[in-house]
């Protein structure tokens, strides 16, 4: 007996009894973008996963802080689980995060007229600082994207490069999520020439201000030996904070001092320590770790980051003067031009380093 294979028009892929769109390029993140109904089903089965895991936090056991924890815990486990797909429809984005509130407030015992600001204001303000669900998703796809941009593997920042050219491609959310914003990446290999000290040998004194809505940056650098010092500052885009000011003075002195030589340079903030010496440091700062390392490596510098107590001696007290005079002064330097063979994330007039921040700061 002859047995014969289907043909190409009968056959139906499937997984789990959902017959698989015949459609170019549909995939999604491994996923495919599933029809109405079955989305729901399975929004519907994690919501209910959710609640199921609300049900057994013993609150009578806990302190509030803690129960507060646990629940943001879960419900970025629930938005990270949705998100896999990668694709889901505006209709739906509301009703997860009303259906997300309502589970809450039912463990708590919270009334349904409370305020939903409750929700998503920090836990250190009282809230429960739970995102909402399209701000989470948008925060997850733009450092998707910048994580992809700057990756070490060639392949996978070709894949990028590529992929956002077809509207198509598993990279169509993470492209809408910046343009909603107003943030795109750039490409900065900037040439830009500082002019380099003299002498070889040289003890710096840096310092960031931010007040009354002004940021700046000063320094102070004398070479060893010798009783003359050079002073600098310069201002910034008030919306950088003052850790950004404290950064980019430590990397402006670095990019005047001439190759081969040495310096001391002091700083009184504990972050600038933390991100430039910290070998594991992966945070909102990591471009100026990247190009602090690039600048020692490029002019072959010996270099001492020390970390001095504020406003104690004549150096640091200095640094701070012109930190502040920078504040004040009418022309701004563009930070942009400290950094080179990188991608960052940017906006017309700043960069972008916290995108949490920035993304809750244009939905307010």
Known sequence: MATTLPTKSKMKPMIDGTIIPRFKNLRVLGHYPWDDSTLNEDIEKRILQFQLSLKYIPLK??????????IFAKCTSLFTHILRTNYIPESLVDRINIEVRKAIRKKIFMHNASPTNYFHLP??????????????????????????INNDNELLREVYSEGIKHENSIFKEMNRSMKKYKIR??????????????????????DGSNLNNSTGFGFTAKVNNSQETQDFSYKINSEYSHNVAELSAILTSLKILPPKSKAKIHTDSEISIHVLKNKAYNGIFNCFKHEYQQVIQQSNLNIQLIKVKGHVNKGNIKADELAKKGAQEHNYFDIKKLFSNQT????????????????QKKKI
């Open 123 to 148: 836990i250190t303000y009282g809230g429960l600082g739970i995102p909402r669900f399209d701000i989470f998703a948008d925060e997850i796809r733009i450092k998707t994207a910048l994580y992809l």
């Open 185 to 206: 990446p750039q490409q900065f290999n900037n040439d830009e020439i500082f002019p380099k000290l003299k002498g070889k040998n040289f003890t710096i004194y840096t």
């Open 344 to 359: 960052i994330l940017a906006t017309s007039n700043t960069i972008i380093f916290d995108i949490k921040k920035s993304i």
């Open 61 to 70: 056991r806990m302190e509030i802080t803690n129960i507060k924890k646990v």
